[in-house]
């Protein structure tokens, strides 16, 4: 058990290291994960409300992301913290497999704190029964829009979330870090973007590659 008082309620499997255990009790304390390191659980990992899982991710292949592989059940509340590696920025099409029992898992995280930047959110998937998937998907491009024109842009990009003449140019926007966002918007102007849904599918999949080549 992990949150004994007066205890050091911190575990870390970082830099290349392993971390095993029989079966994992995660009560008031943190537990870290690093793409490098091995977390294995012989037996049944139970998080409580004040636990904390904390997961560096850096792409979606295996060794590029943390996760916890256990051989019984996990039982999941408290936090879900996601930390960035390296350079990673999300993609739309990029899925992690984080939490692997072979027991199945009940319950969710109580709270996903997202310290990854870029316009997607992190979304996470219980629904495959023995394992947690997790997901990113577009949340609004408005706060990153510093002048009107960005804004307009913005507002566009949002409404248009959704269409199949956007797709193209959303997944390439998914995939701007979020500090190159704004700066992105103001290649946009919003009267062109109005223009890619009622022009011919040919048309739209012209102007839709001439904005993702303006952005990039």
């Known amino acids: 058990s992990l949150g004994r008082a007066g205890a050091n309620n911190q575990l870390s499997g970082t830099g290349g290291g392993a971390l095993r255990a029989g079966s994992l009790d995660l009560n008031n ?5 690093s793409p490098t390191a091995t977390a294995r659980v012989f037996g049944d990992y139970t998080q409580t409300i004040n636990g904390v899982l904390e997961l560096g991710i850096g792409g979606t292949n295996a060794g590029e992301y943390g996760g916890l592989v256990m051989d019984g059940k996990a039982a999941l509340d408290g936090t879900l913290s996601l930390v960035p590696v390296g350079l990673y920025t999300p ?5 992690q497999r984080i939490i692997e029992p072979s027991g199945g898992v009940t ?3 109580a709270t996903v704190v997202n310290q990854i930047g870029g316009v997607l959110t992190p979304r996470l998937d219980y629904s495959a029964g023995n394992n947690v998937w997790l997901n990113w998907v577009l949340a609004s491009f408005q706060p990153y829009a510093r002048t009107p024109n960005q ?3 913005a507002v566009a990009l949002d409404s248009a979330n959704g269409d199949p003449a956007a ?3 959303l997944a390439a926007l998914g995939g701007v870090p979020g500090e190159q966002l704004p700066a992105a918007l103001e290649q946009i102007a919003p009267e062109e973007l109005s223009a890619l849904f009622t022009l011919p599918f040919g048309g739209q999949h012209s102007l ?3 904005f993702r080549n303006r952005i990039g």
């Open 29 to 33: 304390a943190t537990l870290q994960v």
């Open 91 to 95: 993609g739309t099409n990029h899925v």
């Open 107 to 109: 319950g969710t995280f």
């Open 151 to 153: 804004f307009a842009a």
């Open 167 to 169: 797709a193209a140019l």
């Open 208 to 210: 839709g590659n001439g």
